[in-house]
């Protein structure tokens, strides 16, 4: 473990992470070893930025570090193993009537760096559209996405959806966006709500390891 | 109890921290009154006579209310275009005609090297450029020489008949988006995020720049419409978003000039702060005291308000929208009754929908939060 590339990513150093990752590259480091030290640290600026130490532009930061690390290792990956072994599969999108994607995106990228394979729907995501996804990918979790109150409804009709086309029972559901709470939840059929990014992705390894 | 005040002298008593007879109350329904009275949103926004018409008669219905935090008839489908700083799309223009609500679609508009421009040509000429860019295929010159004064005019009118006719007083007409909002919009927030790291000499200078012209039409468009309160935006610079060493830094300090040049002018800022303001409610202090109102929606805790800013400002909230679109109106005379007893508790307090009210929230929930304040929010003596 280099304790310069955890720290500089920790402290949200982006020229320094960068330089590091760089430096372990050319000097013929197992890139899936620095991809594993990354995830690390942008961990702990998950864990963070749960705890209030960090702020949402400090995410942000840490995620566009890791992608820009991403970008200096991935030519030397090997074909199917961008991202190293997967977690686990996620379908994610901001429902139907919802044009909002600040936090879903961020989800999506935190998720991706904890090694989850994402199948990010985008916005304004028809019930049918995550049916068809879940029918086709299987994934272990499903993320819907809303700002405005009045998409409570179309999440709740896509649960609906899923439900009718007997899917149910394999996948597990999470909500989240800015009023969406433990009542909304409920009101939605559910299984939990994520507050934030970081915890979406501690729900989702709960989720896949509980499986 | 009857009503001894009229609903003027209760703001300004609750403004200036005094007790009033009764706690205020001011809801925000805005799509709420196209809904309820059976008119469609893209309606309410291209018909202006019908945008009044429904949001008095909301009033009426509910037996009225404290002071207009939505003001009607200057809200319409074109300027809302010159209004926020990224694009929006509204029902039959870029949303299906029955969608129920305009949304903001956030994209990166403005490039890296706009700081500069700004810096160097001002911001008013990097704006109206800018303008063209978000929206290429309308004709802003007829928003502006027909649209927006239209809209003023239909203000200064609704002013006129309810804050110096009838003594309900607007708090609600002319926005001003401090410059870090802007670019926090202009940018889209993520860019945004990276530039306070990458590139803050930048985005502090460019906010420097874009502050007096921004001031100065909030000020002028106030005067002309003869509005005496006006909203000061805070979507994207509370601690949802920043951190306050970045709050401390990117954001307070034009903040105070902006609220401390509006005082000036006898104009009482509306710190329409949404989101989570809670670790940021000790730097509001800073602003000068008895003048402003702080109004937020349910994210910051307006119980930790009170003890921090009691003393030192007019606190507005929260209803949960929530409770308003899916609770029982037990559950909303619950919730308005712990806001009154301890945020309300000496004065200090209107009470009020966490920002807007819901679009779909129940009629008979919003009519229990203007009742509960009538009644149960009365000061014994």
């Known amino acids: 473990m280099s304790k310069e590339l955890y720290e500089a990513i920790v402290s949200l150093e982006e020229l320094a992470a960068l330089k590091c990752v760089r430096e372990e590259f050319d000097s013929g480091k197992d890139p899936l070893s620095i991809l594993e030290e990354c995830r690390q640290a942008l961990e702990i600026v998950g864990q963070r930025f749960d705890a209030g130490e960090y702020f949402l532009s400090e995410l942000i930061l840490g995620a566009q570090i890791f992608k820009e690390a991403m970008e200096v290792i991935s030519p030397a990956l090997e ?133 | 109890m009857a009503d001894v005040m009229t609903p003027k ?12 007879d009764r706690v205020p109350v001011a809801p925000m329904p805005i799509y709420f009154n196209a809904h309820v009275n059976g008119i469609s949103s893209k309606e309410f926004l291209r018909n202006m006579v019908r945008q009044v018409e429904v949001t008095e008669r909301t009033f009426e219905r509910m037996g009225g209310w404290d002071a207009w935090y939505f003001a009607p008839g200057g809200t319409n489908w074109k300027t809302l275009k010159i209004r926020f700083p990224l694009q929006i799309l509204t029902p039959g223009d870029g949303l299906p005609d029955d969608a129920p609500l305009p949304q903001l679609d956030e994209k990166e508009v403005m490039a890296v090297g706009d700081y500069d421009v700004v810096i160097n040509d001002g911001y008013d000429a990097w704006y109206a450029a800018y ?77 420097d720049a874009a502050l007096e012209p921004v001031l100065q039409r909030a000020i002028n468009g106030c005067k002309n419409m ?80 009170k003890k921090v800013l009691g ?42 929908s966490g920002c807007e009210v819901p679009f779909n929230a129940r009629p008979e929930n919003v009519q229990a939060m203007v009742d509960t304040a009538k009644t149960y929010g009365v000061y014994q003596k």
């Open chain 1, 79 to 211: 074909d199917g193993k961008n991202e190293g072994a997967s977690l686990g599969k996620v379908v994610i999108g901001t429902v139907k009537g919802d044009i909002h994607d600040l936090g879903k995106n961020l989800v999506a990228a935190m998720l991706k760096a904890a090694g989850f394979e994402v199948y990010d729907l985008g916005v304004d995501v028809a019930r049918e559209r995550f049916v068809e996804m879940v029918r086709e990918v299987r994934p272990q979790v499903v993320g819907m996405s809303a700002l405005l109150t009045i998409a409570f409804n179309e999440m709740r009709d896509t649960v609906m959806a899923i439900e009718a086309a007997g899917l149910r029972d394999s996948v597990k559901i999470m909500v989240g966006g800015g009023p969406v709470n433990e009542a909304v939840k409920g009101y939605v059929g559910a299984d939990a709500v994520g507050r934030n990014a970081s915890q979406a992705v501690e729900l989702v390894k709960m989720f896949v390891g509980g499986k």
């Open chain 2, 311 to 352: 003393d030192h400002m007019c606190l507005l909230g929260n209803v949960h929208p929530h409770t308003l679109a899916l609770g029982t109106v037990d559950d909303v005379v619950a919730e308005c009754r712990r806001l009154i007893d301890i945020v309300g508790a000496g004065g200090g307090f209107i009470l009020s």
């Open chain 2, 9 to 20: 002298e209760r703001i300004e008593a609750v403004i200036g921290l005094e007790q009033p």
């Open chain 2, 226 to 305: 003869g509005l005496t309160a006006l909203w000061v935006g805070g979507w994207r610079t509370g601690a949802t978003f920043i951190s306050p060493r970045q709050f401390e830094r990117f954001v307070l300090p034009g903040l105070k000039k902006i609220v401390n040049e509006l005082v000036a002018n006898d104009l009482t800022p509306v710190l329409h702060f949404d989101a989570n303001w809670t670790p940021f409610l000790r730097f509001l202090r800073e602003l000068p005291p008895k003048k402003c109102i702080l109004a937020t929606d349910q994210e910051t805790d307006l119980f930790e308000a």
């Open chain 2, 131 to 207: 303008l063209r860019r978000l929206y290429p295929d309308e004709n802003l010159d007829v928003i502006f020489t027909q649209y927006a004064p239209a809209a003023s005019k239909a203000l200064a009118a609704f002013h006129r008949k309810w804050e110096v006719e009838r003594k309900v007083p607007l708090l609600y007409g002319v926005s001003i988006f401090q410059p870090v909002e802007i670019f926090s919009f202009a940018r889209s927030f993520y860019q945004f995020a990276l530039d306070l790291a990458r590139r803050p000499e930048k985005v502090t200078q460019a906010c």
